[in-house]
Antibody
Framework: EVQLVESGGGLVQPGRSLRLSCLAS????????MHWVRQPPGKGLEWVSG????????VYADSVKGRFTISRDNAKNSLYLQMNSLRDEDMALYYCVKDTGSVAGPLDYWGQGTLVTVSS | DIQMTQSPSSLSASVGDRVTITCQASQDISNYLNWYQQKPGKAPKLLIYDAAVLQRGVPSRFSGSGFETDFTLTISGLQPEDVATYYCQQYDKLPSIFGPGTKVEIK
């Protein structure tokens, strides 16, 4: 059974940093691209960032480019999102999501999300 | 960036009704279109990929169609468990944009 378990969310002040983690199990993690997708409270879905299976391709939404960094450790079956210079508009539930293949494919498994609250 | 629109933004229908949701892309995306279902308080779930291919385990009352810029998600016989918000998503070009969603309720 595929499982994606996010952690690292919490309350953070504007301008500060936070690192999200996602532990994957139930599939060959090192064969698939992975993504972060976020959802502000009561709003729709926004794709944030994606990474290819070998970290050779890293892609970001314009809204986070230069502030967020995606990475993975295939030996640990883990995906990360380093979020710097956080803004009010970054407040959201952040989902770790598995791609069906390359860095631009359907997203077939989602975690339950970790909530990031940005407030002073 | 490619923009995605959906209509209607919400709908209310009776059990057993045929429900149709449309999604439009701002440019040709071929068939690189997915549909997701998000039930209240839950993570999204992939329903249909490549515009018309049903994801494994999804009931056959769900179907998708379309090409280039215009796409449709149809629920043939709405069930109470289909109450959810439905999102389309293009993956022809990055960034991968989601539509704003369509909220489906039971009348």
């Amino acid at each position: 059974e595929v499982q994606l378990v996010e952690s690292g969310g919490g309350l953070v002040q504007p301008g500060r940093s936070l690192r999200l983690s996602c532990l994957a199990s139930g599939f060959s993690f090192d064969e698939y691209a992975m993504h972060w997708v976020r959802q502000p409270p009561g709003k729709g879905l926004e794709w944030v960032s994606g990474i290819s299976w070998n970290s050779g391709s890293l892609v970001y939404a314009d809204s986070v480019k230069g502030r967020f960094t995606i990475s993975r450790d295939n030996a640990k079956n883990s995906l990360y999102l380093q979020m710097n210079s956080l803004r009010d508009e970054d407040m959201a539930l952040y989902y770790c999501v598995k791609d069906t293949g390359s860095v631009a494919g359907p997203l077939d498994y989602w975690g339950q999300g970790t909530l990031v609250t940005v407030s002073s | 960036d490619i923009q995605m629109t959906q209509s209607p933004s919400s709908l209310s229908a009776s059990v057993g009704d045929r429900v149709t949701i449309t999604c439009q892309a701002s440019q040709d995306i071929s068939n690189y279109l997915n549909w997701y279902q998000q039930k209240p308080g839950k993570a999204p779930k992939l329903l249909i990929y490549d515009a018309a291919v049903l994801q494994r385990g999804v009931p056959s009352r769900f179907s998708g169609s379309g090409f280039e810029t215009d796409f449709t998600l149809t629920i043939s016989g709405l069930q109470p468990e289909d109450v959810a918000t439905y999102y389309c998503q293009q993956y022809d070009k990055l960034p991968s944009i989601f539509g704003p969603g369509t909220k489906v309720e039971i009348k």
